[in-house]
């Protein structure tokens, strides 16, 4: 199962086609807009979250609340299109003034139009933007739903924002996604959620942005998802890339990698049991669930580490791409910080990260055959 987006952050709308979806999802659609309004969500956006209302809109793929098999397309409409129909016009000439001619640091902007032989850092931020992850996310609802049918679940929640951190919890993948959802932060810790608060009011204050860290996890999964076989097809390495894939996301962590980097092995590696209705487990998960690329059976908990917002409204110093001459990065509404919605984005990535290993290893045509193989195979790995 794969997706594709297109949409510029002013355009018209946004748009994804999943392609390799098997027959007979049961697709909600009031759960894709929830997820899609979880993502407008979060202490610390911008204007622009005011304007939007997210919505999907499908258009292909789906009849009576089921995939058929064939590719689920949908769109995000921009609602601020309306206020861009001159900038963003699809025929025409641009006016002299709708030129961005002084690239951000840490943005895009730069090296796309050195790419791109552009005049124009509008060319660029119009679709590096962070809005096209509205798509991401709508499509996501499609890889979800999937592993819903084969019992699969994933959550996220914000654990860090600037210098202000949560306690790690012992089990990122237990947390409460209730808590979660309760917070402006998407932090179950209440009083961490102020203190991201708090400072967030302060970056603003001093027309400054705030990154931050989130986890993202997985419940339900049967092992020797992914494979050690192949390079390409190893699920970590799926996931890490999946994860880079997010705008601004810098790092990746799978289980407790970077303490486990100081650790001796034997403080490290969790060690195999067997019992219940489970077979093989594993009495600790400092693995975050895979071992040699596959999946381990335990949760999967991933740490992603997402760069503070490179639009600064007390900018950084540039040079304008006419002159050559220093001047400020050019500054435009944006977000102080986005790290909750980063985080829902990073579902939507690790649903069709994990998605995908099941259908390459249970097939790909319709939820019924998967789902008797996934048994099959449960049945056969713990007798
Ligand atoms: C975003 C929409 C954008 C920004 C943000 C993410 O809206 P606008 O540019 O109209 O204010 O809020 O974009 C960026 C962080 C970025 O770097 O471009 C969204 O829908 O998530």
């Given at each position: 199962?794969?997706?594709?987006?297109?949409?510029?952050s002013?355009?018209?709308?946004?748009?994804?086609?999943?392609?390799?979806?098997?027959?007979?999802?049961?697709?909600d659609q009031?759960?894709?807009?929830?997820?899609?309004?979880?993502?407008?969500?979060?202490?610390?956006?911008?204007?622009?979250?005011?304007?939007?209302?997210?919505?999907?809109?499908?258009?292909?793929?789906?009849?009576?609340?089921?995939?058929?098999?064939?590719?689920v397309?949908?769109?995000?409409?921009?609602?601020?299109?309306d206020?861009?129909?001159?900038?963003?016009?699809?025929?025409?000439?641009?006016?002299?003034?709708?030129?961005?001619?002084?690239?951000?640091?840490?943005?895009?902007?730069?090296?796309?139009?050195?790419?791109?032989?552009?005049?124009?850092?509008?060319?660029?931020l119009?679709?590096?933007?962070?809005r096209?992850?509205?798509a991401?996310?709508?499509?996501?609802?499609v890889a979800?739903?999937?592993?819903?049918?084969?019992?699969?679940?994933?959550?996220?929640?914000?654990?860090?924002?600037?210098?202000?951190?949560?306690?790690?919890?012992?089990?990122?993948?237990?947390?409460d996604p209730?808590?979660?959802?309760?917070?402006?932060?998407r932090?179950?810790?209440?009083?961490?959620?102020?203190?991201?608060k708090?400072?967030?009011?302060?970056?603003?204050?001093?027309?400054?942005?705030?990154?931050?860290?989130?986890?993202?996890?997985?419940?339900?999964?049967?092992?020797?998802?992914?494979?050690?076989?192949?390079?390409?097809?190893?699920?970590?390495?799926?996931?890490?890339?999946?994860?880079?894939?997010?705008?601004?996301?810098?790092?990746?962590?799978?289980?407790?990698?970077?303490?486990?980097?100081?650790?001796?092995?034997?403080?490290?590696?969790?060690?195999?049991?067997?019992?219940?209705?489970?077979?093989y487990?594993?009495?600790?998960?400092r693995?975050?669930?895979?071992?040699?690329?596959?999946?381990t059976?335990?949760?999967?908990?991933?740490?992603?580490?997402?760069?503070?917002?490179?639009?600064?409204?007390?900018?950084?110093?540039?040079?304008d791409?006419?002159?050559?001459?220093?001047?400020?990065?050019?500054?435009?509404?944006?977000?102080?910080?986005?790290?909750?919605?980063?985080?829902?984005?990073?579902?939507?990535?690790?649903?069709?990260?994990?998605?995908?290993?099941?259908?390459?290893?249970?097939?790909?045509?319709?939820v019924?055959?998967?789902?008797?193989?996934?048994?099959?195979?449960?049945?056969?790995?713990?007798?």
């Amino acid at each position: 199962m794969r997706y594709t987006t297109s949409g510029e952050s002013h355009g018209r709308a946004l748009t994804a086609i999943v392609t390799g979806v098997p027959a007979g999802i049961a697709l909600d659609q009031a759960r894709i807009d929830a997820d899609l309004a979880r993502r407008q969500s979060g202490y610390g956006r911008g204007g622009r979250m005011a304007i939007e209302t997210d919505r999907a809109l499908i258009l292909s793929g789906v009849r009576f609340g089921s995939t058929i098999g064939s590719p689920v397309t949908l769109t995000v409409a921009n609602r601020d299109w309306d206020n861009w129909t001159d900038v963003m016009a699809v025929s025409g000439e641009p006016t002299a003034t709708a030129r961005v001619t002084a690239p951000r640091p840490g943005h895009a902007d730069l090296a796309g139009i050195q790419k791109t032989d552009s005049a124009d850092c509008r060319d660029i931020l119009e679709r590096a933007s962070a809005r096209e992850t509205a798509a991401r996310v709508a499509a996501g609802g499609v890889a979800r739903a999937f592993l819903a049918e084969v019992g699969v679940t994933v959550a996220s929640f914000v654990a860090s924002v600037g210098d202000v951190a949560m306690e790690a919890p012992a089990d990122p993948s237990a947390v409460d996604p209730e808590l979660v959802e309760a917070s402006e932060m998407r932090c179950p810790d209440a009083v961490a959620t102020e203190r991201m608060k708090r400072a967030i009011d302060a970056a603003r204050a001093d027309g400054e942005s705030l990154g931050g860290t989130f986890y993202v996890t997985a419940r339900g999964l049967v092992p020797g998802l992914g494979t050690y076989a192949e390079a390409s097809r190893r699920l970590d390495a799926r996931i890490a890339a999946a994860m880079l894939s997010i705008p601004a996301i810098k790092g990746v962590e799978i289980g407790s990698a970077f303490e486990s980097a100081t650790l001796p092995g034997s403080r490290v590696h969790d060690e195999i049991a067997w019992g219940g209705p489970r077979g093989y487990y594993r009495t600790t998960n400092r693995a975050g669930g895979l071992e040699g690329g596959m999946t381990t059976g335990e949760p999967v908990v991933v740490r992603a580490a997402m760069k503070p917002i490179p639009t600064l409204m007390r900018p950084l110093a540039s040079v304008d791409i006419d002159s050559h001459e220093t001047i400020d990065a050019s500054k435009e509404r944006s977000d102080v910080c986005a790290v909750p919605a980063a985080a829902v984005v990073a579902e939507a990535e690790l649903a069709f990260a994990l998605a995908g290993a099941y259908l390459e290893k249970f097939g790909g045509d319709c939820v019924s055959d998967i789902v008797a193989a996934v048994a099959a195979y449960e049945a056969r790995i713990a007798p």
